[in-house]
């Protein structure tokens, strides 16, 4: 079964009186435990994407389900308990909250679904190796320490997708290297990956690489096939 | 759980803007200050108020000449000649009438060797003493044969024998009131605190002496009326009015030419004023409770828009509407809160504090106007600060809840 799957997805911009079309029918099927790069020059329509496959925007038109569910015409606040349940972010520049402990930040997305978080949390950063660095804030974690809680914080719901916009864009490559193996971990885990990149050596490490071009699939490049995954999820829910 | 948890991410939130957390906080904490401050300044007033009121006596009535117009705020004690010395001995008569005192007065200079006082002369009958809940501190009263006689003698309040004698033993010297001599028979005890009502600064002389000797007049200024106990005061002012009507042979639907009241009548219209004094001060203290809770909106605006970002992240990663809006919402109640517990303590530090300025016991005649903290008022102002947290913390609040998560994120 597809865990994402867009047909014809169009979303325009309002731009005073014109509308400005972004894209113009996309279609894309994304299996369980895929690990996709979406890829494509600045303009291309990747993060417009991006925000729709993320439940952050609603096309204009087109179909878009997740796990069979059917999210395009969702309100506001459905919209919201998929994202807080079936996608975690993870974002370039991190997004985490300061004042807020690396333990506190993974809880979150639990604490709004009003469930207990500490172990789940705690279980989390163990995975990214950071259990030790709980505490902290991310004023006190480097770069990426901090981008190693915020996967903890995308996989602490158990998702059905990941998302990453340009998750080592912020990084140095060494750094880089690191997140891009937490990511390749996770996939062999059976956990499915959906990452935009510019970077054609980032975008190779997927299964299969999405080239965006104005608002359009260019092309999709078989990168190479899909290994059994090793197992079902990496946080059990408690 | 939940409640902790919000309440704690509100601190953390605002200690990160010390400074502005702490005006906002602090525009709460003088608003709510200022109510109960200015509530117990009032309700002092009033304690004050009513206690000169007792100590006047509780079970009077008077009787005033001239007539009052229904509903008319206040009495008219015109000089309206009506009431007579004859009106008194017939009152004297009525069941449960304990005592009863003519009273004339006018200002006068008193005059002692060289120095010169004005001065209040009340011509009376030594029942104004009982009645008056007077005692003779020092000599002695004039007594019957003094009225009967309208010998030239007088009784002085403390205040005004003070003034004119200083150290000298008054009794039995002579002062001249209208270039007429006086002998002084004796001082009263110094009643202190009712400067308003006068009694202290008074020179009583026999009511015959003062109607034909001093004033030449036949006319009273009021009867006062002692009645035996309070149940009685209701039935007594029935009597005396009938009584009145007899005298002055007013029948029917006439107008009466002349005015019974009671001292409770008296304590009521006083509450009355003070409470109307309290509330308009309470008012103008709520003003400012008000002002602070625009402080607080203005602060979370600007929280709200320097936050978006966080806004966003919290949306993404499944923060619903109204999860946003509680967050903004407690945030500005907790602010409202701290902001009324320590408002409760700073009025009432201000309600200790103001009745001990130098400027606040000139102003109230020797201090002891003091302030009474009311339970109410605290109930009140910290209710209305909670109120105004959550009415001016609302529209930011929804503001934020509102927030498109997409350009949220792109928000630098």
Redo the contacts between chains.
């Keep these: 079964m597809s865990v994402i799957l867009a047909r014809k997805i169009v979303k325009n911009y309002h731009l005073g009186e014109v509308d400005v079309p972004v894209l113009k029918g996309i279609d894309l099927d994304v299996e369980k435990g895929e690990y996709v790069a979406l890829m494509g020059p600045s303009g291309s329509g990747k993060s417009t994407l991006m925000n729709i496959l993320g439940c952050l925007d609603v096309p204009t038109s087109g179909l878009y389900s997740i796990e069979g569910r059917p999210v395009s015409d969702l309100t506001e606040d459905e919209l919201a308990e998929v994202r807080g349940r079936r996608i975690g972010f993870v974002f370039q520049t991190f997004n985490l909250l300061a004042r807020t402990s690396a333990l506190e930040n993974v809880e979150l997305p639990l604490h709004y679904q009003g469930r207990e978080a500490r172990q789940a949390a705690m279980k989390a950063l163990e995975s990214v190796n950071l259990a030790h660095r709980y505490d902290h804030h991310p004023n006190q974690l480097s770069g990426g320490e901090r981008q190693r809680v915020a996967i903890a914080r995308a996989i602490v719901t158990d998702p059905a997708i990941i998302l990453a916009d340009e998750p080592t864009g912020n990084l140095d490559s060494k750094t880089g290297k690191e997140i891009l193996e937490i990511f390749e971990n996770l996939s062999l885990k059976g956990v499915t990956i959906v990452l935009v990149t510019h970077d054609p050596s980032v975008a190779k490490h997927a299964h299969r690489v999405v080239h965006l071009k104005d608002g359009w699939i260019e092309r999709v490049e078989e990168v190479r096939a899909r290994t059994a995954p090793r197992a079902n999820s990496v946080v059990e829910t408690p | 759980m939940f409640f902790v ?1 919000a309440f704690k991410v509100a601190l ?2 605002l200690s ?1 803007n010390k400074l502005r957390s702490t005006l906002a906080v602090l525009g709460i904490v003088i608003g709510v200050g200022a109510v109960i401050a200015m509530v117990a300044m009032g309700k002092g007033a009033q304690v004050k108020i009513e206690e000169g009121i007792t100590k006047m006596g509780v079970n009077m009535i008077f009787v005033y000449p001239g007539a009052v117009s229904k509903g008319a705020s206040g009495a008219k004690t015109s000089s309206a000649e009506t009431l007579c010395l004859e009106d008194c001995d017939a009152i004297a008569k009525i069941e449960h009438v304990a005592a009863v005192a003519p009273e004339v007065r006018r200002t006068y200079q008193i005059k002692y060797m060289n120095r010169n006082e004005a001065a209040q002369v009340i011509g009376t009958t030594p029942s104004h003493l009982q009645i008056r809940n007077f005692s003779v501190e020092h000599g002695a009263y004039f007594d019957k044969s003094a009225i009967l006689g309208r010998l030239r003698v007088c009784v002085m309040g403390a205040s005004i024998a003070r003034k004119l004698f200083g150290g000298i033993d008054p009794i039995g010297r002579m002062i001249q009131i209208d270039r007429k001599n006086f002998q002084v028979l004796g001082v009263l005890e110094d009643k202190g605190g009712d400067s308003w009502v006068g009694l202290d600064d008074s020179v009583y002389v026999p009511v015959t002496t003062a109607l034909h000797r001093l004033f030449n007049r036949r006319h009273l200024s009021q009867i006062t009326i002692s009645v035996d106990t309070q149940e009685n005061i209701d039935s007594t002012m029935n009597l005396v009015d009938d009584e009145m009507m007899k005298q002055h042979k007013i029948k029917g639907k006439a107008e009466p030419d002349f005015l019974v009241r009671s001292m409770n009548e008296w304590r009521q219209r006083a509450a009355e004023s003070t409470g109307a004094l309290t509330v308009l001060l309470m008012g103008i203290a709520l003003v400012s409770l008000l002002v602070g809770g625009i402080g607080i909106m203005n602060i979370m605006l600007v929280s709200v828009t320097e936050r978006t ?2 806004i ?12 946003i809006l509680k967050q903004f919402l407690i945030e500005s109640m907790t602010i409202s809160l701290l902001g009324g517990t320590l408002g409760i303590a700073f009025g009432v530090a201000l309600a200790q504090i103001i009745p001990m300025l130098p400027v606040w016991k000139q102003m109230s005649n020797g201090g002891e106007w003091q302030s009474v903290i009311s339970p109410w008022s605290i109930v009140v102002s910290f209710g209305f600060s909670c109120f105004v947290g959550i009415f001016f913390g609302l529209y930011p609040a929804v503001k934020a809840s509102r927030l498109n ?2 350009e949220a ?1 792109r928000y630098e």
């Design positions: 948890r953390t939130a990160a970002r966080e966003g992240i919290r949306k993404a990663i499944g923060a619903k509407r109204r999860d998560p997409v994120l």
